[in-house]
Antibody, heavy 122, light 107 residues
Framework: EVQLVESGGGLVKPGGSLRLSCAASGFTFSSYSMNWVRQAPGKGLEWVSSISGTLGYINYPDSLKGRFIISRDNAKNSLYLQMNSLRAEDTAVYFC???????????????WGQGTLVTVSS | DIQMTQSPSTLSASVGDRVTITCRASQSISSWLAWYQQKPGKAPKLLIYKASSLESGVPSRFSGSGSGTEFTLTISSLQPDDFATYYCQQYNNYPVTFGQGTKLEIK
């Protein structure tokens, strides 16, 4: 059974940093591109970043380039999101999600974690 | 960036109704469109991919159509479990973008 479990969320002051983790199980982690998607309270879904399985292809929206860094450790079946210079508008539930197809990038997201809440407030 | 616009934003319907949600892309995305269902406090669930392909395990009352810039999600006969928020997503190119969501409410 595919499982994705996020951790690392919490309360952080503006300007601070936080590192989210996503532990994956039930599939060959290195074969799939992985993603982070966030959802501000009461708002819609916003794609945050994607990373390919082994070739290291990484994508961000322009609005987050330079502050957020996605990475993965295939030996540990884990996905990470380093978030720096956090702002109030980064407050959201952060989901990790798997690409539907193995190999390549740019697929819809077929498995999602339960999400971890990040609150940026003084 | 490709903008995705859903309509309506809110839809009130009754059990047994046939409902349609529309998603428009600001430029052509071929058929690289997915639909998700999300219930409060839960992660989104993939329903439809490549505009009209039903994800495994999703009931056949859900269907998708369209290509280019205009797409629809249809639920043929609403069930109580279907009241939720629905999002379209384009994955034609980066940045991946979602529609703003359509909340399906019980009339």
């Amino acid at each position: 059974e595919v499982q994705l479990v996020e951790s690392g969320g919490g309360l952080v002051k503006p300007g601070g940093s936080l590192r989210l983790s996503c532990a994956a199980s039930g599939f060959t982690f290195s074969s799939y591109s992985m993603n982070w998607v966030r959802q501000a309270p009461g708002k819609g879904l916003e794609w945050v970043s994607s990373i390919s399985g082994t070739l290291g292809y990484i994508n961000y929206p322009d609005s987050l380039k330079g502050r957020f860094i996605i990475s993965r450790d295939n030996a540990k079946n884990s996905l990470y999101l380093q978030m720096n210079s956090l702002r109030a508008e980064d407050t959201a539930v952060y989901f990790c999600a798997r690409d539907q197809a193995s190999g390549g990038t740019g697929w819809p997201f077929d498995y999602w974690g339960q999400g971890t809440l990040v609150t940026v407030s003084s | 960036d490709i903008q995705m616009t859903q309509s309506p934003s809110t839809l009130s319907a009754s059990v047994g109704d046939r409902v349609t949600i529309t998603c428009r892309a600001s430029q052509s995305i071929s058929s690289w469109l997915a639909w998700y269902q999300q219930k409060p406090g839960k992660a989104p669930k993939l329903l439809i991919y490549k505009a009209s392909s039903l994800e495994s395990g999703v009931p056949s009352r859900f269907s998708g159509s369209g290509s280019g810039t205009e797409f629809t999600l249809t639920i043929s006969s609403l069930q109580p479990d279907d009241f939720a928020t629905y999002y379209c997503q384009q994955y034609n190119n980066y940045p991946v973008t979602f529609g703003q969501g359509t909340k399906l409410e019980i009339k």
